[in-house]
């Protein structure tokens, strides 16, 4: 849960700044990711306590597991699948809006992270979203999982991208701002 958190904080700075840092969109979009927060805590919690759980049927196997599938804990996907649609028809309409006038590199791969991320995100949440609802719980969990892996290892692979342009574009930087004077001491040295 705190890895998605995180990843989604960081994706909706991104969208703040596609859109020239917007205050009024980024109230929105926080006003809009805490609501979900919430109603997601709530709905997991109330879930948790109706949750009907039974003893294993296999011998020599202890415990407990839930043998029901959960309709609330559908709502929890269907939230975040809806929040993500929104930031990503927030970053495709900015992307459309400034497509010619803004070519630069770190642009298009931002555009192109934020949109990859969040249609990644709204596929994992409707499938989780069918799966808690058609599933026994043991297989809503495990993709469950496997979607909180997969966001966090998306939102660190396209950050550390991020990184190593701007690390390129300093170590290019560097080069082209020799001066003419360090050049011509190198030749008559030589």
Not at 47 to 67: F, H, K, M, R
Request: glycine share 2%; hydrophobic share 50%.
């Amino acid at each position: 849960m705190a890895s998605v958190i995180c990843s989604e904080c960081m994706f909706i700075l991104r969208t703040y700044v596609l859109w020239n840092k917007n205050r009024m969109l980024l109230a929105a979009t926080l006003s809009t990711f805490v609501t979900v927060l919430v109603a997601s805590l709530i709905i997991d919690f109330t879930a948790s306590v109706l949750t009907e759980y039974a003893t294993s049927a296999i011998p020599g196997i202890t415990g407990c597991y839930n043998s029901s599938t959960s309709f609330q804990l559908s709502v929890q996907y269907l939230l975040l699948s809806v929040f993500q649609l929104g930031l990503m028809i927030l970053t495709l309409i900015r992307a459309i809006q400034s497509w010619r006038s803004n070519s630069s590199r770190l642009y298009v791969v931002l555009v192109k992270h934020n949109v990859f991320y969040y249609t990644c995100g709204f596929l994992f949440s409707l499938a989780n979203l069918f799966t808690s609802m058609l599933l026994q719980y043991a297989y809503h969990t495990l993709l469950y999982k496997f979607q909180v892996m997969m966001l966090a290892i998306l939102a660190t692979h396209m950050h550390l991208r991020l990184w190593q342009m701007n690390q390129h574009a300093y170590r290019s930087d560097a080069l082209a701002r020799i001066p003419i004077s360090d050049v011509s001491s190198v030749n008559s040295t030589v």
